[in-house]
């Protein structure tokens, strides 16, 4: 039987796949229990989109409840009865409306109705009458406060705000929310509003900056667990006494807890830690301190992780690099944990893909920068490996190991591909994240550069035939790398990546404009050095032949930047390949528009990068 195996699993490792049999597989995500705890709302793309569907915990078939042609973003069930509220926005715009669906299976109706305005979830209120939000519907530069009477569908504005706000949070006692200010990346602070007179009370005095996430109250309303860097380098959990004002710390890891879940009788806490991008699980008892590690199935990135009503289990999704996403659930009183939903893998075996390595470069300046490493199976040819550098977007992100279709087919294919994690990446502490903001930006394009060298000096592909590919922020990336280092590149992919400071700085969401540029730099304070480094500026230096893809309702780095660059490279005669979407924003989501611009990177890495 040993053999026999290895033998099929050495003939499905040699089929050739194409890009539809890796982006038809399918993912759920987002578990959300019942109120009776019986079965789990879901977000599941089976249709080409994400929609919403459940699945009953006695093993019986799930059910699609939408089908929208509009991808779902995000489901909240009710505190009190079997009642939901989804959120969609249209063609990738980001103005997410809100819609209830009273009981499962029953007509959806729409909450909010202004197509113009985004509307950012906060929250049910205990007794499942109101709920809370953020939209930017009086001024699209300013998040207001909203509190929706559900029965009679009036909503009230409870706050006007300057900037950039979220709800995070209402009082146990429903008189009032806990308003997130965000006042640049990673640079949060946490306010209490009471609804009827409007009155703001900070809850984190602190000097300086702070992450906040994951508020899980007390039902006495003496305080809420959350996870938090304040005063330190890394995420660590702590428990807010909003009387005193001051955090008690619960668990400081030298990694990020990403995610902390309080159960139900407020016995234990749920903590996932953030190792090297892999999720590690554990279950805290808060009274004696006690801790136990969840076995997972396969390693991977927990996301989304939530107590049944009765504390007895854990839903979460499981998402890896060699596995789709899928919800599991984790037993307490047998320390289990079995796979709930069965996501399409299309026909695609796992034999057919790889898990990435976790690996460091040394950078210029003798720092370890992380990677992640996918290496095709098999002898590489005789004239060595083309690989592709991959920069995540952001910058305020990680690139993680979970599954990407992209990526495999891309490795499936033969190249090798490195995953960046260049300074300025979240998920390695406070200090290493700051390491590319403002006039330190170039410092992190330099860390590609030694990328390349990585992959040269270890023989792992071939000096000249290497690529760099990203897009949002990661567009940018490329194009600075192709800029400040031309000679390097055998061929660049960018998607909706920003090439003008200046300009993407003037035409962003106006939402974002103060946020980025604390980032990024000011357009009147640092005008000089935005010029400098924007990478049109530098266009006549770009050697590498470039493919260039960009959604045309992207209200983040709107379609005129990428037609700068087109019109620049093709005014000087240089190999460019422009591809867009007009029902894309920030993002391709569509199934076919996936399929459409993954077949053409493909093809165009082929040409560039392979031997003929």
């Known amino acids: 039987m040993g053999k026999h195996e290895t033998g099929k699993e050495a003939r499905m490792a040699e089929r050739r796949y194409g890009i539809e049999d890796f982006l038809k597989v399918r993912s759920s995500i987002w578990p959300r229990f019942s109120r009776d705890g019986k079965r789990l709302f879901y977000l599941s793309d089976a249709s080409g989109v994400p929609q919403l569907a459940s699945v009953p915990l006695d093993g019986s078939e799930p059910t699609a409840l939408t089908r929208h042609a509009d991808k779902i973003a995000m489901v909240e069930t009710s505190p009190v009865d079997g009642s939901l509220i989804y959120g969609m926005d249209t063609d990738g715009d980001e103005r997410q409306q809100f819609y209830l669906i009273p009981e499962a299976g029953q007509n959806a109706r729409a909450l909010t109705s202004n197509p113009k305005a985004i509307h950012a979830w906060g929250g049910w209120s205990a007794d499942g009458e109101r709920i809370a939000y953020v939209s930017n519907a009086r001024d699209a530069g300013h998040f207001d406060a909203y509190v929706m009477d559900l029965k009679s569908g009036t909503e009230r504005r409870v706050f006007e705000a300057e900037g950039w706000w979220n709800v995070k949070a209402w009082w146990p006692d429903g008189r009032a929310l806990v308003l997130e200010e965000n006042r640049a990346s990673l640079d949060l602070a946490l306010h209490r509003l009471d609804i009827a007179s409007g009155k703001r009370t900070p809850l984190t005095p602190y000097d300086g900056k702070a992450f906040y996430a994951n508020l899980r109250w007390k039902k006495d309303g003496s305080g809420f667990y959350l996870t938090t860097d304040q005063g330190r380098d890394h995420v660590g959990a702590a428990f807010l006494d909003v009387g005193r004002g001051a955090l008690d710390w619960i668990a400081t890891p030298s990694w990020n807890i990403d995610i902390l879940e309080l159960s139900p009788d407020e016995k234990r806490l749920a903590l996932v830690t953030n190792i090297d991008g892999f999720g590690d699980l554990t279950i805290r008892d808060i009274a004696g301190g006690g801790e136990r590690t969840v076995k997972l199935p396969a390693p991977g990135v927990i996301q989304e992780l939530k107590w049944s009503p009765d504390g007895g289990q854990i839903a979460f999704t499981l998402n890896g690099s060699t596995h789709n996403a899928n919800i599991h659930l984790y037993d307490l009183a047998s320390g289990t944990v079995r796979q709930v939903t069965n996501s399409d893998r299309a026909g695609l075996d796992q034999a057919a893909t790889v898990e990435p390595e976790v690996v460091r470069f040394k950078s210029f300046d003798g720092r370890m920068i992380p990677a992640l490493l996918y290496r095709p199976s098999g002898p590489a040819p005789r004239a060595g490996r083309g690989a592709v550098i991959f920069v995540h977007g952001g910058p305020e992100a990680q690139y993680l190991p979970n599954w990407k279709p992209e990526i495999q087919y891309l490795v499936h294919r033969g190249f090798v591909v490195l995953a960046t994690n260049v300074r300025g990446s979240t998920g390695y502490g406070r200090h290493y994240a700051g390491l590319d903001d403002i006039r330190l930006r170039p410092d992190s394009v330099t860390d590609l550069a030694y990328a390349h060298r990585y992959l040269v000096e270890a023989q792992i592909a071939q000096a000249k035939r290497i690529a760099v590919m990203g897009g949002s922020y ?139």
């Open 474 to 612: 990661g567009g940018f990336m490329v194009l600075a790398a192709v800029t400040r280092f031309p000679d390097l590149w055998a061929a660049g992919v960018e998607f909706y990546g920003v090439a003008n400071f200046i300009t993407m700085l003037q035409t962003t969401g106006p939402w974002r404009r103060k946020h980025r540029s604390a980032e990024y730099g000011d357009l009147n304070r640092d005008r000089d050095f935005l010029t400098e480094i924007s990478p049109i500026n530098h266009i006549d230096r770009i050697l590498a032949p470039l493919f260039v893809a960009q959604g045309l309702t992207d209200p983040r780095v709107p379609p005129s930047e990428s037609e700068q660059v087109v019109a620049g490279l093709k005014n000087r005669n240089r190999p460019v390949e422009y591809l867009t979407f007009p029902d894309e924003g920030h993002g391709f989501v569509k199934l076919k528009n996936r399929i459409t611009v993954y077949s053409r990177v493909a093809g165009f890495l082929d040409k560039h990068l392979l031997v003929s």
